[in-house]
């Protein structure tokens, strides 16, 4: 097993809980600049209501006005395993809906 993944696989499940809560929805209505370099990025799920998220650069809820955003992302990686699997990667844009 590649050392790095294992490292991703450990640290997703320390704090996997965390990013368990009920987000709120954003409401942007101004001019909005966004830059997002990412590189390495995994997102591991697995167990009975499984959802594996990769997002970068993303702004999700309502949007009035100029938005830009800028995104360079390489290696990402979201996987999902168990009984109602959902894997969403989202990268670089305006998403209205959670990961369905």
Same mark, same amino acid.
């Given at each position: 097993?590649? &050392? +790095?993944?294992?490292?991703?696989?450990?640290?997703?499940?320390?704090?996997?809980?965390?990013?368990?809560?009920?987000?709120?929805?954003?409401?942007?209505? +101004?001019?909005?600049?966004?830059?997002?370099?990412?590189?390495?990025?995994?997102?591991?799920?697995?167990?009975?209501?499984?959802?594996?998220?990769?997002?970068?650069?993303?702004?999700?809820?309502?949007?009035?006005?100029?938005?830009?955003?800028?995104?360079?992302?390489?290696?990402?990686?979201?996987?999902?395993?168990?009984?109602?699997? &959902?894997?969403?990667?989202?990268?670089?844009?305006?998403?209205?809906?959670?990961? &369905?």
């Amino acid at each position: 097993m590649n &050392k +790095g993944f294992a490292v991703a696989l450990m640290l997703s499940f320390a704090v996997g809980s965390g990013w368990a809560q009920t987000s709120q929805r954003t409401r942007i209505q +101004g001019n909005t600049e966004i830059n997002a370099t990412t590189n390495n990025m995994t997102a591991v799920a697995t167990g009975r209501d499984t959802v594996a998220k990769n997002r970068v650069g993303v702004i999700q809820g309502e949007k009035k006005g100029d938005t830009r955003i800028s995104v360079a992302a390489g290696n990402v990686v979201t996987v999902a395993g168990g009984r109602n699997k &959902k894997a969403c990667t989202n990268i670089g844009g305006i998403v209205s809906n959670e990961c &369905k």
